[in-house]
């Protein structure tokens, strides 16, 4: 079976994925990198080609151009400005909304029809482009969402409370930025509401605690990358093996004609489904905070004076 993986932007978050698809047992079986330095690409592909003696998975791993898209399940793109001390992410978004129109032009140039994955921020906007310039159906443009925020979530609330995060039901939705929420309404400990176990002041640090990691790790390092890196993993893994996997991800909102984090069953033919949450009226407003976010930057793109102009939707 042809389970080829195609990475755009070889950076800190392209190369900590590569790096951690060798790193597990995966389905993918090639993987192939693009990036606008070549040379560096190359010695990467060496690097990582001297580690296949010792991955638990065998991986045909190559340097490639646009054309290798036409036969790919799976493009990843991580390409676009990184997140700078005291930036927000949608700081980022005129830098990475042009260099996306070129990234998508090309790939739908080669006869790419599998899913998008995109972790390239200001997220929520970026894969929402993705899936206006590529016409593909919404449900095979995906972004890495809030997935990453929510294993920050489930790791802070298992080392307050001494439980593996595997067994903590929770999660981060709306934007993947500063308007993201934790609907505690839908949070357990196993079938117990998290609210038996924490109280409203610890809840209320622990969602600060989360919002902030980013900012956090970019103050002290510089750059986040091997926490989406093994996110990226774990979605790939999840499409590739038909799962029906529920993953907080990027995906779209019809009402709100936007990309919005929210967990979805994930499967072959990528985001089968959001999970509909039932929730509060406060965390309902939050939510409807979070997608103004999105839209208005959307908005803003949409009315520069050099506007992006979409494709017409297969869906």
Known sequence: ??????????????????????NQRTYVNRLTLIDINEERIEGEVMDLNHCLSYAPSKISINVG???????????VIAAGANQKPGETRMDLIHKNASIFKDIIVNVMASGFNGIFLVATNPLDVMTYLTYKY??????????????????????????????????????VIGE??????????????????IKEFLTEEEM??????????????IKKKGATYYGIGMALVRITNAILGNENTIIALSVY??????????????????????????????????????????????????????PFIFSQNNN
Not at 65 to 75: F, Q, T
Not at 152 to 171: D, E, F, S, T
Not at 261 to 285: D, F, Q, Y
Request: glycine letters at 8%.
């Open 1 to 22: 079976m042809n389970n080829k993986v195609v990475i755009i932007g070889c950076g800190n978050v392209g190369m900590s994925y590569a790096y951690a698809l060798l």
């Open 65 to 75: 151009d646009y054309k290798d898209c036409a036969d790919a399940r799976i493009v």
């Open 134 to 171: 590529s016409g593909l159906p919404a449900s095979r443009v995906i972004g890495s969402g809030t997935s990453l925020d929510t294993a920050r979530l489930q790791l802070m609330i298992g080392k307050k409370l001494c439980i593996n995060p595997k067994n903590i039901h929770a999660y």
């Open 176 to 193: 993947h930025g500063d308007s993201e929420f934790i609907p505690w309404s839908n949070a357990s400990i196993s079938l117990q509401n």
């Open 204 to 217: 209320r640090a622990i969602e600060e605690d989360v919002r902030n990691a980013a900012y956090e790790i």
């Open 253 to 306: 909102d019809e009402v709100n004609d936007c990309y919005i984090g929210m967990p979805a069953i994930l499967n072959k033919e990528g985001a089968e489904r959001r999970v509909h949450l039932k929730l509060t009226e406060e965390e309902s407003e939050k939510l409807q905070n979070s997608i103004g976010v999105i839209k208005d930057n959307i908005n803003n793109l949409e009315s520069d004076s050099q």
